[in-house]
């Protein structure tokens, strides 16, 4: 066993994204809606152009911009969402992980006082409390 393999078992699980993709969508919006904007003034300058053209037209140009703004807003959305309500979780979870030690001897995972000891790889397990839903 290497030490980055018992390095990544015994961290606190994170989560699979980084901060600054819930605002993905909105900066894809916001980048849609300017383009829109100079499309569409360059449109109006041209020669006699018609109102539905100037709105419209643009969306050639902006649309996938709009589309995947639009679809990442939403998914972030479920995503935040979903944090809030395995929020409470990952506290209890953390509270449990700040408790653990690693006995590089006997390479398992204890917990003092509680008398359960494990391998590093079922620690997310036992943090989450999944160990206490399954028959041993």
Same mark, same amino acid.
């Given at each position: 066993?290497?030490?980055t393999q018992?390095?990544?078992?015994l961290s606190f699980p994170s989560r699979h994204y980084t901060a600054w993709t819930r605002n993905q969508g909105y900066v894809l919006l916001?980048?849609? =809606?300017? #383009?829109?904007?100079?499309?569409?003034l360059v449109i109006a300058m041209g020669q006699d152009p018609k109102?539905?053209?100037v709105l419209l037209a643009p969306f050639c140009l902006t649309g996938l911009f709009w589309g995947l703004g639009l679809l990442n807003v939403l998914?972030?959305?479920?995503a935040r969402k979903r944090d809030?309500?395995? =929020?409470? #979780?990952?506290?209890?979870a953390l509270a449990v992980w700040e408790g653990l030690y690693y006995c590089a001897r006997d390479n398992v995972v204890f917990e003092p006082g509680v008398g359960v000891?494990?391998?590093p790889s079922e620690t997310r397990e036992y943090i989450f409390g999944f160990r206490n839903n399954r028959v041993l």
């Open positions: 066993m290497s030490r018992l390095a990544v078992w916001l980048v849609a =809606a300017l #383009a829109h904007l100079v499309v569409s109102w539905g053209e998914g972030s959305y479920g809030t309500q395995e =929020a409470p #979780a990952r506290e209890k000891s494990f391998h």
